[in-house]
């Protein structure tokens, strides 16, 4: 098993920036993609962020070029840089990781929300 906990999110202005990190724990031999999704109220759960073990990354196209993941293999630990935000970026982010072929793990999400 893997535990995933996020930290970081909370209350930004429009324009504004917060950084969200996440850090496996348990038993964390061969973890593969890590990710970041969120989900918004009355939304289904959407991919905002992945990045491969060896540092590929793939973007929603609504957040390219405001956010950048990041992850540090060694540490066990994904991060993603939010600038710029607007206020179609509330919502709940979850941290995701897969482990082998076919196992995904999932935060418990953290909330952010983009209010004046």
């Known amino acids: 098993q893997v535990q995933l906990v996020e930290s970081g999110g909370g209350l930004v202005q429009p324009g504004g920036c917060l950084r969200l990190?996440?850090?496996?724990?348990?038993?964390?031999?061969?973890?593969?993609?890590m990710g970041w999704y969120r989900q918004a109220p009355g939304k289904q759960r959407e991919l905002v962020a992945a990045?491969?073990?060896?540092?590929?990354?793939n973007y929603a196209d609504s957040v390219k070029g405001r956010f950048t993941i990041s992850r540090d293999n060694a540490k066990n630990t994904v991060s993603l840089q939010m600038n710029s935000l607007k206020a179609e970026d509330t919502a709940v982010y979850y941290c995701?990781?897969?482990?082998?072929?076919?196992?995904?793990?999932w935060g418990q999400g953290t909330q952010v929300t983009v209010s004046s």
């Open positions: 990190s996440c850090v496996a724990s348990g038993s964390i031999i061969n973890i593969r993609d």
């Open positions: 995701n990781a897969q482990q082998g072929l076919s196992t995904y793990y």
């Open positions: 990045i491969t073990r060896g540092g590929s990354t």
